[in-house]
Every structure is written in structure tokens, then in C-alpha cells.
């Protein structure tokens, strides 16, 4: 059973430009919602967490900007902008906050510079 | 920062034999140890994990074992199958400023040659 949706797949960048990414919870069991980034030599690192619809957070790591918004409680959304790299964007979801929690990714937005 | 080092980066096997990966941490703090896998182009799957409070689980033909002395877990698994072939990443949990976030290992690239 799929718990989160995520759109687009894939997308080619133009460089400079930003893009849009949505995160759909399917299974409202599952409220801590995260995001996590995999770069082109398969490394991931946690980006952010937001629980509650309204929460924003913006942060800039080498090789792209971000700002990510708790939407409703079932919509996690994310802007990348700047990307200087191509990488992978994993929306993920779990039951509670803090360590013991598993981890359930989506599918990923894998983004392309062009 | 915390780190999670992930020693092997790539592991060959014959069909049948046992794969082990090894990994260490920095944050003493840290109480929670899953290992995902990862298919090629494919997202991450959690496979399974362990908790301080134990240093060993097993889930059918996977060992996990914690050596909170040495900061230190491994990834067993037994009688191996060429499905098992994929990227396996080892995370260790971190308090951040009030969120909860995995810090991944880099990756450990497994074949399984039949």
C-alpha cells in the first residue's frame, strides 16, 4: 500500500530556475512528514521535518536553496531553486516524531539540470 | 556534525554466502539504527533496525548487531539471493533542535552473483 504521492516524478531544470514539488499522505496514521534529498553519488541527508499545516522553513545547502511548507496534513510541498546538480527528492512519513520512528519514503522527484 | 561512516562501499557475494556491513557513528545520543535497501532506480525500503536497548535482532535471514561500546553495527545477512542485490544504507537517529532526524551512511553497494 502506497502511503505518500509524490509529483512530478522526474523533471528537467533549466538552470536558474526553481520547481515546485508536492507530497501527498495518503495514510493520515503517519503525520510526521519529512523530506530528504539523495544527490548524484547516492547520499542522502534530511532536509526538514514539519508536523502542522501552516509550518515553513526555508535552508540553504551548496547546491541548491530550499523552502519547504506543511500545507494541509496530508500536503507537504517543496521549492528547490539554484540547483546547481542534479538530485533526488524523497518525501517521507512516520507515526510519530523522535528516534524508534521507521521511515516510509515516497517514490521520489529525481530533478535534472539542464 | 554527526556523522554515520558506512565501510564498505561496494560488497560482492556468492549466491548462498553471508554479506556483513559495517558501520559507526559519532553521536553517542543515538538510540535508534535502521538499514534500508534500495533497488536500482528505485526509492528506499526500510529492511530493519535495532534499538539501543539491544544489541541483536534478527528478522529471518537478517542480523543486526549494536556495539554501543565501539559506536558500532553491522548488517547480517544469510544465505544470500541475487534479489538481494541493491544499495543498503545504514542511519543512525539525531536530535536536532527538537526534530528527530536520520543521518544516512553513504551506501553499500551489494551483488550477489548467482
Known amino acids: 500500500v502506497t502511503l505518500l504521492e509524490q509529483n512530478p516524478r522526474w523533471r528537467l531544470v533549466p538552470r536558474g530556475q526553481a520547481v515546485n514539488l508536492r507530497c501527498i499522505l495518503k495514510n493520515s496514521q503517519y503525520p510526521w512528514m519529512s523530506w530528504y534529498q539523495q544527490d548524484l553519488q547516492k547520499q542522502l541527508q534530511w532536509l526538514f521535518t514539519?508536523?502542522?499545516?501552516?509550518?515553513?522553513?526555508v535552508k540553504s545547502l551548496p547546491g541548491a536553496d530550499y523552502l519547504a511548507t506543511r500545507v494541509t496534513d496530508t500536503e507537504l510541498r517543496l521549492q528547490v531553486a539554484n540547483m546547481s546538480q542534479g538530485r533526488t527528492l524523497y518525501c517521507t512519513c512516520?507515526?510519530?516524531?523522535?528516534?524508534?520512528?521507521?521511515?516510509?519514503f515516497g517514490e521520489g522527484s529525481r530533478l535534472i539540470v539542464v | 556534525g554527526e556523522k554515520v561512516e558506512q565501510h564498505e562501499s561496494t560488497l560482492s557475494v556468492r549466491e548462498g554466502d553471508s554479506a556483513v556491513i559495517n558501520c559507526t557513528y559519532t553521536?553517542?545520543?543515538?538510540?535508534?539504527f535502521p538499514w534500508y535497501k534500495q533497488e536500482a532506480g528505485k526509492s528506499l525500503h526500510f529492511v530493519i533496525d535495532?534499538?539501543?536497548?539491544?544489541d541483536r535482532k534478527q528478522s529471518q535471514r537478517l542480523i543486526v548487531l549494536l556495539d554501543k561500546k565501539a559506536k558500532r553495527f553491522s548488517l547480517h545477512i544469510t544465505a544470500t539471493q541475487p534479489e538481494d542485490s541493491a544499495i543498503y544504507f545504514c542511519?543512525?537517529?539525531?536530535?536536532?533542535?527538537?526534530?528527530?532526524?536520520?543521518?544516512f551512511g553513504a551506501g553499500t553497494r551489494l551483488k550477489v552473483i548467482a
Open positions: 535495532i534499538r539501543s536497548n539491544v
Open positions: 512516520s507515526f510519530s516524531q523522535g528516534a524508534g520512528n521507521t521511515l516510509y
Open positions: 514539519l508536523r502542522s499545516p501552516g509550518d515553513k522553513e
Open positions: 553521536d553517542t545520543a543515538s538510540s535508534y
Open positions: 542511519a543512525a537517529s539525531i536530535q536536532n533542535t527538537g526534530n528527530y532526524k536520520y543521518v
